[in-house]
């Protein structure tokens, strides 16, 4: 509605003297302000804030006459009257010097046709020259309590009780005089009521005149509180009658609300009562109150002191309050309330000690609300001076609040209802200027043939899609357009602003002429012309249709009423207008689909029909009148009508289903008469548009919201009136729809009044989205930066810089709460499903859920019908309901907790639901009800039940919460309540996260690397965090054996189902210790039944292909002769796991530091793998890239030839022992890259080679055998074939294995017959298998962890640890004799090792 803007500005008065301006008050078009001091008169203009002309009296005068005390203004702004303290009124003339001379003036530049303003008047008006000179000397004999004028009367109340009636030119024979104790006075205006009341020796304290009501409010000096109006035409004696507000003896102030007939009295306890005139019976009759609440103001609202002063804006949307104590307060017309200034940071400073409020003696509103100018009655100011600096001028002081105000309050017009429009002195405020959009599909294909012809909207491709929930949320910032200061200087003050339907475009009205602004142009149009601006103004408001402005003006050289449209793309000129004479002066104009509803001042309406033509080269409109209804019997007085709006709004929705094409038609008129909301319904019974009576829908009225749109999906939304009340929040008129079209009915009424509060005031309605837009006030404080002192300070420090920021709320639980009251679940129901989809339609029903319980629950009163039952009942309708049950307890104190789960059930049974829905999320925060609620048996019970689903779903966040939780129950206390988990993001690395930070070695012997090479400890280090304590502490009690013991269970069974993926990262995510349970479970669970099952189940699980050999590649290998057949076989399977720790596995990247290789992996649809051929080996062969002579560095990977199109140094060479080269050919490489191609994805294989490791570590060698045949890992069979000759291995895994091979072979050549050429060269170690078994041979020792030593030595993917990982190099064959690197060639290489960290890892694996 209002809001505070920026800081105040402080006025200082020119003139010297030591007289404080004490009252100030404008003339009736708020452009000249009259300030009076002890005996000054003061004249200031507005724009600019600039002082006019003063009138000192003399001392002779003033000692006669008393010093100045009031003032009033005759309503020509011609005259002003002042009333001294010795009884005495002086009239002044106000004489205007002439249009051509000005007291101030901008100086323009000379032959410039358009009036520009040079920078030092930016935006500045020329300020008239007035002087004031005395007229007549009146002496009343008696203290002048009040001052009203009342047309060319002027009314003046004294202190002996008596009421002057003068004339404005002071002839005293017109003079009258009427005493108090004439007038009867009775609680209303039928006499038989009662006796007449006593009102003898009171007097008038305060009065105003009120024309709407024909009469004057008044206040009385004993503190009543009444109404005076003359029974006929004249005031006389005789014909006034009073009527006294019954129990108010407190009175201190009055103020009239003319548009909405209110009269708000101040009161001494703080309070303001809003009285409005009881039609039927005349009596005075208390519509609401405006007082600070306790709730809101706990610190403040009793001692604020009395109300000095109560002041209506200019529009009459708003009151402002200012107290005794001091402060500011504002109040929409109903009694919403906007802001305070005696709580937050108005009233404390950033250090937070206390401010003392500013005292106001006297305000009064500027030109449309835009400034408020007060002036300060704070003595601290006067001390403040320096008695002995007596030259220093003493300036009055006035203070000059800005406001911004909503386009709602001037011009209610309602064709775009889900925008907010602020509009300031000189710059306006969207919430559309962030992502703009349609909001209905169907508003686009009704403007998408309305593009405008010259300029093309860049947005409209993106404005016409709708995207959901509306982007009319935003942030909290506006979108600001300054308005064009050419046409702001000439017409300032803006009376009108309206946005269009889009958000995309502006049109402003001030004194005379439009202007217009596009968001997508960034331009404002202006008339060319300036005498065309200068001769029209606008006077009923404007509005947009389509991309044409609809406006009701007046022509001042025709002195003609006119409807003028204006085409946005065309020039602003009249001969672009369509112009209709209209017979009346227009007060509101609106626009619904293709009509035009003009309220003009003889009471009647007027309704047009528009088309648009496209036939001519710019588009045009036809206007014609449609219907003209005189309204003179229901409407007393022009100007109490606040808005006038078409609507689709019927009382008998059934009609829409039968004729659903006239859903959308104009049915009634909405006229809200001064709070009074009437509804005009169309008659449809006869041919013409006859409407029937008019019905009242609702009081206290200030805005309405309807839209013209249709949705089948959210009818009772849409099809709704919204309506805004003030201090009564918001109201809504629902229809209700019978289920599945059947027949309503008869008793049921077809629609209903809601009530609901919200915490916002509200300036939109988004009727699909179900959210209410609206601005609240922020502070911001800045007197940090000045220093405090004695003297007057800036205002800066006094008071915070104001922000207006946009809000929303949420108001469809409160709808669905009233229909369940009201017994209308079916109707909520229907409602609610409709917007399930909403983002936020969880929240509403937990905000429903909560509200409810918070109100019954701690009710002091029995509760005979309760409400939580029904909406525990209403809730369960939706899958959401468990989730909406736990959240609202969690955030409910512990207290309500047994009402609560009393209406919607044992949360035993509500953890068990949860459980059976698969949502182990919302069944951990039921557990933390059930630690509360239970004793500690039932939630171990219960969280046992969850770990182990959770363990079996993979949900490891929860698995550890889990484990802490049922630590704490088991130590007996709970140290902080597991938080409730969030969903499990699935880990990047597929649930080998733990692995990464993991460092693990293979012990080495002396033949192989140092031990600084490979640092691999044997022990899995613990992640940080809680879970990295289990082990260590507490480790024997009960408790953490009762979860291993689950642990256990479920690592048994996932090695049971062969799931190694899944144990791996279940060991990964819960620090499980693998390697050691493994080790005891060898000869138990880790044996491995069935080795061809187990060798699918990997293949499935690891996403890893089964290896393929295309018939043609075997026949047309180059490598079938005897030469270069292990070309693939020696160096790939040399390559098989070393290539994925060469490289960097996160970037993709790999780096070799001998400066001779930079090779990118930059193929992404191929795989980083290796392979291996078949075929007996005749001859090592080496694929190498060509080196100079004095380089000795093998490549990195095999990876690299299939992953990279070009060497840096060199080409592709087929090296032999004794380095002859030979060039590959084509045919070879595609080989090669075949059986690279049967390798599964790298981090597959991380996971599988890291797998066996572990494997190995813990001496299951059956996984081991499993694991190398899937890498086809020639040498790791080798090894284990090896190690099984030195070990004491247990006949029956001897045997397993055996019977595995065998039974894989078996598979591999009826249905695999990819394994075969890998199956085939490790036949001699398989045969040295038999020997062992068939022999029986006994080992001498089997040390399966440290003793055990590769070929193969990878290291955990770790991204730091990149330099360390550029192992390559190829390694000999065990048919080769087992010939090892010798120790000094290592320390050769180690020297080397920073230059060439690819010699590194070549040495031979053995068992000690």
């Not at 008006?125 to 001052?147: G, H, N, R, W, Y």
């Not at 809601?754 to 404080?781: C, H, K, S």
């Amino acid at each position: 509605m209002y809001f505070l803007s920026g800081w105040p500005r402080r006025l200082l008065c020119p003139l010297k003297g030591s007289e404080k301006p004490f009252y100030i008050q404008s003339d009736s078009r708020r452009l000249v302000f009259a300030l009076l001091s002890q005996t000054q008169i003061s004249l200031w203009y507005s724009r600019p804030s600039v002082l006019i002309v003063s009138y000192k009296e003399s001392a002779k005068a003033a000692s006669q006459f008393g010093s100045y005390e009031k003032t009033e203004w005759k309503s020509d702004s011609s005259m002003i009257a002042v009333a001294t303290a010795n009884g005495y009124i002086l009239l002044f003339d106000i004489v205007y010097s002439g249009q051509e001379k000005c007291l101030y003036e901008p100086v323009y530049p000379k032959g410039n046709p358009r009036v520009k303003v040079t920078p030092g008047y930016k935006e500045e008006q020329c300020a008239p020259s007035l002087t004031v000179e005395m007229k007549k000397v009146l002496d009343f004999q008696a203290k002048i309590t009040s001052l009203q004028s009342m047309q060319d009367d002027l009314v003046i109340a004294t202190n002996d009780g008596i009421l002057h009636l003068i004339h404005w030119d002071g002839l005293t024979n017109g003079r009258k005089a009427i005493n108090l104790c004439s007038v009867p006075f009775s609680v209303d205006l039928q006499s038989s009521r009662g006796p007449s009341l006593d009102f003898e020796s009171v007097h008038i304290k305060d009065m105003e005149y009120c024309a709407t009501l024909d009469g004057f409010a008044v206040v009385f000096d004993d503190g009543r509180i009444g109404f005076i109006t003359p029974v006929s035409s004249k005031l006389t004696a005789e014909n006034l009658h009073g009527v006294c507000a019954q129990e108010v003896t407190d009175g201190t102030c009055v103020a009239i609300n003319n548009k909405y007939k209110l009269m708000a009295f101040g009161c001494a306890n703080g309070s303001v009562l809003v009285y409005t005139m009881d039609t039927s019976t005349g009596a005075m009759q208390l519509s609401h109150k405006l007082e600070l609440t306790p709730k809101h103001y706990p610190d403040i609202w009793n001692k604020t002191g009395a109300v000095k002063l109560v002041r209506w804006s200019p529009d009459c949307s708003v009151a402002m309050v200012t107290w005794e104590c001091g402060g500011l307060s504002l109040w929409s017309v109903f009694g919403a309330h906007l802001f305070c200034t005696l709580d937050g940071d108005f009233a404390h400073y950033s250090d937070g000690t206390k401010k003392e409020p500013m005292k106001i003696s006297s305000m009064s509103w500027g030109a449309e609300g835009y400034h408020l100018w007060a002036i300060s009655s704070d003595s601290t100011q006067q001390m403040g001076n320096d008695l002995e600096n007596k030259s220093i001028i003493q300036q009055a002081e006035i203070l000059q609040f800005q406001f911004i105000k909503s386009a709602l309050t001037v011009n209610p017009c309602m064709n775009n209802q889900e925008q907010v429009l602020l509009q300031g002195e000189d710059r306006l405020y969207l919430n559309c200027g962030d992502t703009l959009q349609n909001q209905n599909s169907s508003t686009a294909s009704a403007n998408s043939g309305h593009q405008p012809v010259r300029e093309k909207n860049p947005l409209c491709t993106d404005i016409l899609v709708p995207q959901g929930l509306s982007t009319l949320l935003g942030h909290r910032h506006w979108h600001v357009v300054q308005i064009h200061s050419t046409y702001l200087e000439s017409n300032w003050p803006i009376k009108f602003a309206a946005i269009d339907r889009l958000g995309q475009c502006v049109a402003v009205a001030g004194r005379y002429g439009i202007a217009h602004y596009a968001l997508f142009t960034r331009k404002w149009k202006l008339f060319g012309n300036i005498t065309q601006e200068q001769n029209m103004a606008v006077t009923g408001g404007l509005a947009w249709w389509n991309d044409f402005i609809v406006l009701a003006c007046y022509n001042l050289i025709d002195q003609q009423e006119e409807l003028r449209l204006y085409l946005r793309s065309s020039n602003l000129d009249n001969v672009f207008a369509h112009i209709t004479k209209v017979q009346s002066e227009t007060l509101l104009i609106n626009v619904f689909r293709d009509m035009v509803i003009l309220f003009r001042i003889d009471c009647s309406i007027c309704l047009y029909s528009i088309d648009r033509k496209d036939d001519g080269p710019n588009p045009t409109a036809n206007v014609q009148v449609l219907q003209e209804v005189s309204m003179s019997r229901y409407i007393p007085h022009p100007s109490l009508v606040i808005s006038v709006t078409l609507t689709s709004v019927r009382t008998e929705t059934g009609i829409t289903f039968k004729m659903p094409q006239q859903a959308c038609a104009a049915e009634s008129i909405m006229l809200n008469l001064a709070g009074q909301l009437i509804m005009l319904q169309r008659d449809r019974s006869g041919p013409q548009l006859p409407f029937c009576a008019p019905v009242v829908l609702a009081q206290c009225v200030e805005n309405v919201w309807t839209t013209c749109r249709s949705n089948k999906q959210k009818r009772h939304l849409l099809e709704a009136l919204w309506l805004s009340c003030g201090e009564a929040g918001m109201k809504v008129w629902l229809p209700l729809f019978p289920r599945d079209n059947r027949k309503p009915h008869s008793f049921l009424s077809r629609r209903i009044m809601l009530p609901f509060q919200i915490n916002i005031y509200p300036l939109a309605v988004l009727f699909e989205d179900a959210l209410v837009l609206g601005a609240v006030n922020e502070t911001v404080l800045y007197d940090n930066l000045y220093v405090h002192n004695n003297v007057k300070e800036p205002l800066e420090v006094l008071f915070p810089f104001c922000t207006v920021e946009r809000t929303s709320q949420i108001y469809l639980h409160h709808i669905l709460r009233q229909l369940l009251v009201r017994n209308l679940g079916e109707q909520a129901l229907l409602l609610a499903q409709s917007c399930a989809t909403l983002p936020y339609f969880p929240h509403v029903l937990e905000l429903m859920l909560h509200e409810v319980l918070e109100e019954e629950a701690t009710s002091r009163e029995p509760i005979p019908d309760p409400l939580l039952p029904t909406v525990a009942k209403f809730i369960t309708e939706f899958p959401l309901f468990l989730q909406t049950v736990v959240h609202c307890a969690r955030k409910t104190e512990y207290a309500l907790w047994n009402y609560l789960f009393a209406a919607v059930g044992n949360p035993k049974d509500l953890f068990e639901e949860c459980l059976l829905a698969q949502d182990l999320d919302t069944a951990a925060s039921y557990l933390i009800i059930l630690q509360n609620m239970e004793v500690p048996a039932v939630s171990r019970q219960h969280a046992t039940l969850l770990f182990s689903t959770a363990l079996e779903q993979g949900k490891w966040d929860l698995c550890r919460h889990m484990i802490r939780f049922l630590k704490a129950i088991g130590a007996g206390e709970l140290e902080t309540p597991p938080p409730t988990p969030t969903t499990q993001e699935p880990s990047s690395t597929g649930g080998f996260e733990f692995f990464k930070h993991r460092s693990i070695s293979f012990s080495q012997s002396a033949e192989g690397l140092n031990a600084g090479k490979f640092n691999l400890q044997k022990a899995l280090s613990m992640p940080s965090g809680p879970s990295a304590k289990r082990w260590s502490k507490d480790a024997d009690s009960t408790e953490n054996m009762y979860i291993d013991e689950m642990l256990w269970r479920h690592a048994r069974r996932l090695l049971e189902e062969m799931r190694l993926k899944d144990l791996s990262s279940f060991a990964a995510q819960l620090g499980f210790e693998l390697i050691g349970w493994l080790g005891k479970e060898r000869t138990r669970v880790a044996r491995v039944e069935d080795f061809v099952k187990a060798l699918k189940r990997l293949h499935n699980d690891f996403l890893w292909p089964f290896p393929v050999i295309p018939s043609s590649c075997l026949v047309n290998s180059p490598f079938k002769n005897g030469k270069y057949k292990t070309v693939g076989d020696q160096f790939l399977k040399s390559q098989s796991t070393e290539t994925f720790v060469n490289s960097d596995l996160e970037s993709g990247v790999i780096n070799a530091r001998g400066s001779h290789i930079c090779l990118s992996l930059n193929t992404a649809h191929t795989q980083m793998d290796s392979g291996s051929l078949q075929g007996p080996q005749t001859q090592d062969a080496i694929l190498s890239p060509l080196l100079s002579k004095g380089d000795e560095c093998s490549i990195g990977s095999a990876t690299d030839l299939t992953e990279t199109s070009s060497m840096v140094d060199g080409d592709w060479t087929m090296v032999d022992e004794g380095f002859s080269t030979l060039s590959l050919t084509q045919s070879e490489l595609e080989y090669i890259s075949m059986e690279l191609a049967n390798k599964g994805p790298r981090k597959s294989q991380v996971q599988l080679s890291y797998l066996m490791h572990i494997f190995m570590e813990a001496g299951c060698l059956e996984w081991c055998i499993i694991i190398a045949l899937i890498l086809r890992d020639s040498a790791v069979i080798c090894q284990i074939i090896n190690s099984i000759q030195h070990s004491e291995i247990p006949m029956d895994i001897l045997q397993g294995i055996k019977d595995g091979m065998l039974a894989v072979d078996g598979w591999a050549s009826a249905d695999c017959p990819g394994y075969k050429p890998f199956l085939n060269r490790i036949k001699p170690q398989l045969q040295k298998l038999d020997e062992v078994t068939e022999e029986q041979i006994q080992p001498e020792a089997f040390q399966p962890l440290s003793r055990l030593s590769t070929s193969k030595a990878v290291e955990p993917p770790s991204p730091w640890a990149e330099d360390s990982r550029n192992t390559a190099g190829h390694v000999n064959s065990p048919s080769d004799g087992g010939g090892s690197v010798s120790r000094q060639e290592e320390d050769g290489q180690g020297e080397e090792e920073e230059e060439q960290p690819e010699d590194e890892g070549s040495y031979e694996c053995s068992l000690s």
